[in-house]
Nanobody, 123 residues
Framework: VQLQACGGGLVQAGGSLRLSCAASGRTFSSVGMGWFRQAPGKEREFVAT????????AYADSVKGRFTISRDNAKNTVYLQMSSLKPEDTAVYYC?????????????????WGQGTQVTVSS
């Protein structure tokens, strides 16, 4: 089972990036998925989560209105569209697959983790 995150990079403040997370080894269409991030010297924190169908989502207050999580179950892929990026969004972003149908902001509820993709926002 593998989650492969990609799409990170260097962007100026105010710019946009789209992260993708492709799953292989099994289907994740029946579980919730999430994105988390970890900045240097800080703990990993919740960013966004989406339920199995894509109809229910939740976001951290710090990204609400700027980030959008979505999924394509036919492609076994989850996305994170990031807009109006700020320097404080700089971090390694991780996708994760949960253990149930619904959403969760608790990283302990996630069973599988991707390797992370670096997002750097310059001021």
């Amino acid at each position: 089972v593998q989650l492969q995150a990609c799409g990170g990079g260097l962007v100026q403040a105010g710019g946009s990036l789209r992260l993708s997370c492709a799953a292989s080894g099994r289907t994740f269409s029946s579980v919730g998925m999430g994105w988390f991030r970890q900045a240097p010297g800080k703990e990993r924190e919740f960013v966004a989560t989406i339920n199995w169908s894509g109809r229910t989502t939740a976001y951290a207050d710090s990204v609400k209105g700027r980030f959008t999580i979505s999924r394509d179950n036919a492609k076994n892929t989850v996305y994170l569209q990031m807009s109006s990026l700020k320097p404080e969004d700089t971090a390694v972003y991780y996708c994760a697959a949960g253990d149930e149908l619904g959403i969760s902001t608790n990283l302990r509820r996630y069973v599988y983790w991707g390797q992370g993709t670096q997002v750097t926002v310059s001021s």
